[in-house]
């Protein structure tokens, strides 16, 4: 019967080590390990870090804003209910001002009570999420090749060979590779990029404060950058600071009182006293959009695919939709009989996720072009669009559906469902 699609016929199974192999082992990878074998796919996770140095991690600053949409992936995958210490998101506040200076009164304010679906999204940290999706691998049968790397892959017409840094070689049906927005897998495949250097680095960390934070996330827009003051459990609060990068080097030498004598004009007294809830890091920006997200069977994902400014707190967002995308194109796929790593299927998942992405991208990069200055004609310009898009109730809660990742043609794990 013809349904639209011509089925293809697996070569024997002798002739791999594994149907599908994941280079990376950060959230993307291991999210997209626990996904695949979930619909039946054997798989080999391949992470250059020990698993010494893995399973003890210290806080390094990251912490997640998870929409709707990214909670619900993880909750379908038998993890979200496994997380300790996240923390509901019920507000969002964007105001635009100067270091010193009271915001400006035109701002746009957001409250999860304009949803149906409950908080707009939560925080997680890096230090819990990391820890509860390699447990989930491991409890999944995920294979884990860890302290290695692919040092070379060789495509064919019924599968890719893997050569590792440890002289292992492995055969598989697909490459996916989540290693991150210089990946050299990308690389390798002659895979170009198109992006640019911001001059902008964040400084992340951990602040403790005085007054609860009621769960409202802050954004307020400086003309150096944005400061993002994100809510977490305990009555902390995650930064992430962006600044010009030489004077990013320069307040991330200071101690830390001095640290926090340059940021409490920016941070104001809103939560009271402050102080420093563990160590500092910076994190340098840029933008870095793969002109293709596929090559000769292999598939890029995540940051190995697009890299954006953190100003809507969307890049890992973006990373597990591409990991719900890539999975259900996949699934379907092998359910119907074809070779999951021919080109015409891959191109599924680069035509589902391809325009999604430079449209995340060009809007970020936008953002921070418009907010991340001190051009009182742009000030003006968009004071007033905050005050506007706050002043239409519908305009706003389609920002807000945005946001949490309820719009759009969502995969199957994005709407909580299983593949």
């Not at 002798?14 to 082992?25: C, E, L, Q, R, V």
């Not at 989540?178 to 002659?190: L, N």
């Not at 092998?334 to 449209?359: K, M, N, P, S």
């Not at 898009?389 to 719009?407: C, D, H, M, V, Y």
Request: proline share 5%; hydrophobic share 45%; net charge neutral.
């Amino acid at each position: 019967m013809d349904n639209g699609f011509r089925a293809h016929i697996f070569p024997p199974v002798s002739m791999y080590d594994t149907d599908i192999a994941i280079a990376g082992g950060g959230l993307n990878g291991l999210t997209m390990a626990i996904a695949l074998r979930s619909a039946g796919f054997a798989v080999t996770l391949i992470e250059p870090v020990a698993q010494s140095v893995r399973a003890n991690a210290k806080f390094d600053g990251r912490s997640y804003a998870l929409s709707i949409g990214s909670q619900r992936v993880l909750s379908a995958l038998g993890v979200w209910e496994t997380l300790t210490a996240t923390q509901p998101i019920l507000g969002i506040k964007v105001t635009d001002g100067r270091p010193g200076e009271a915001p400006s009164p035109l701002m746009l304010a957001f409250d999860h009570a304009e949803i149906e679906e409950g908080p707009m999204g939560h925080m997680a940290e890096d230090r819990h999420l990391r820890p509860a999706l390699m447990k989930a691998a491991k409890a999944a049968g995920v294979t884990q090749l860890t302290g290695d790397a692919v040092a070379s892959e060789s495509a064919d017409a019924s599968g890719i060979m893997l050569t590792l840094g440890s002289g292992k070689s492995l055969r598989a049906r697909l490459l996916i590779a989540c290693d991150g927005k210089k990946s050299q897998i990308a690389v390798r495949a002659g895979v170009r990029r198109t992006g640019w250097d911001y001059d902008q680095t964040s400084l992340v960390c951990a602040i403790a404060h005085e007054k609860p934070h009621g769960g409202i996330a802050h954004q307020f827009f400086l003309p150096s950058g944005p400061l993002a003051i994100l809510p977490l459990a305990d009555n902390r609060v995650s930064i992430v600071w962006t600044e010009r990068t030489a004077r990013a080097a320069e307040i991330q030498a200071m101690s830390d009182e001095d640290y926090l004598d340059v940021l409490r004009p920016r941070f104001g007294t809103f939560l009271g006293k402050i102080k420093l809830a563990g160590d500092r890091f910076t994190y340098p920006l840029s933008l870095s959009v793969a002109d293709r997200f596929v090559a000769d069977r292999i598939a890029l994902v995540g940051d190995a695919a697009h890299a954006v400014h953190p100003i809507a707190g969307q890049g890992l967002n973006a990373g597990l939709k591409d990991v719900a995308a890539l999975a259900e194109v996949l699934t379907d796929a092998h359910r119907r009989g074809e070779d999951i790593g021919r080109a015409d299927v891959l191109e599924r998942y680069q035509r589902w996720r391809r325009f999604d992405v430079a449209t995340l991208a060009l809007a970020t990069d936008s953002f921070n072009k418009l907010f991340s200055n001190d051009n009182s004609a742009l000030r003006l310009i968009r004071d007033i669009g905050l005050g506007l898009t706050n002043a239409l109730p519908g305009l706003r809660r389609s920002f807000i559906r945005e946001a949490a990742g309820l719009t759009g043609d969502l995969p199957r794990l994005a709407q909580g469902k299983p593949l």
